[in-house]
């Protein structure tokens, strides 16, 4: 089945503690991204990446991490979390077609994250 | 202003009505605009996809784009205690390597 999975999908932290989410595709799309959900704020673009070792901040970089070393792989790291970046997090994935990311993203299940 | 605008509901109607859900933006570039649908606790999924003006039907949804002025409606016939969920509206400057930009999304509740 197609699909992008992330872990882990609930996790609860205290401030400072360094954390990785993963995010996993298996239908050989180039273009990943990371968002976060809060309400009354809708969906914010924290990071994307084209492709293999090529990433890029979107709206909200601020105090998150990616990397790109697989194509399959997007894993998102807080680094220093704090109370703010308590959220629902969403990876997402692209295909490209000659070159251009489709506009159709598929989404993965959501990880909720709570920062103590 | 905010670039995308969307009611966040909620909106709550009985089985079988028509419902609408609408957006207004801002940005005359856009040229893409997307409708996803998010069922509590999952992520969201397309729903439907437009290019330019105009409508595009799919069973009992309807997607339509006034880009004269700025605003993009999604209708549902005949609807379904299954469609209740929070609805997205996304748009994206071009087709390629520019980020979606979305609305804050429409809670709907279908009542049985």
């Known amino acids: 089945e197609a699909q992008v999975t992330q872990n882990p999908r609930y996790l609860i932290t205290v401030t400072g503690k360094k954390l990785t989410v993963t995010c996993s595709q298996n239908?050989?799309?180039?273009?990943m991204s990371w968002y976060r959900q809060d309400p009354g704020l809708g969906l914010r673009q924290i990071y994307y990446?084209?492709?293999?070792?090529?990433?890029d901040k979107g709206d909200v970089p601020e105090g998150y991490k990616v990397s790109r070393k697989e194509k399959r792989n997007f894993p998102l790291i807080l680094e220093s979390p704090s109370p703010n970046q308590t959220s629902l997090y969403f990876c997402?994935?692209?295909?490209?077609?000659?070159?251009?990311?489709?506009?159709?993203?598929?989404f993965g299940p959501g990880t909720r994250l709570t920062v103590l | 202003q905010k670039e995308v605008e969307q009611d966040p509901g909620p909106l709550s109607v009985p089985e079988g009505a028509i419902v609408s859900l609408n957006c207004t933006y801002s940005?005359?570039?856009?040229?893409?605009f997307m409708w996803y649908r998010q069922y509590s606790r999952k992520g969201p999924e397309l729903l439907m996809y437009?290019?330019?003006?105009g409508n595009k039907e799919d069973g009992r949804f309807t997607a339509q784009v006034d880009k004269s002025s700025k605003y993009i409606s999604l209708f549902i016939r005949d609807s379904q205690p299954s469609d209740s969920a929070t609805y997205l509206c996304?748009?994206?400057?071009?087709?390629?390597?520019?980020?979606?930009?979305f609305g804050k999304g429409t809670r709907l509740s279908v009542i049985a």
């Open positions: 990446s084209m492709n293999v070792e090529v990433t």
């Open positions: 437009t290019y330019s003006s």
């Open positions: 940005n005359s570039a856009f040229q893409y």
């Open positions: 239908m050989n799309h180039e273009y």
């Open positions: 997402a994935s692209n295909p490209l077609f000659r070159g251009v990311v489709y506009n159709e993203q598929f």
């Open positions: 996304a748009m994206t400057l071009a087709s390629g390597n520019t980020p979606l930009v």
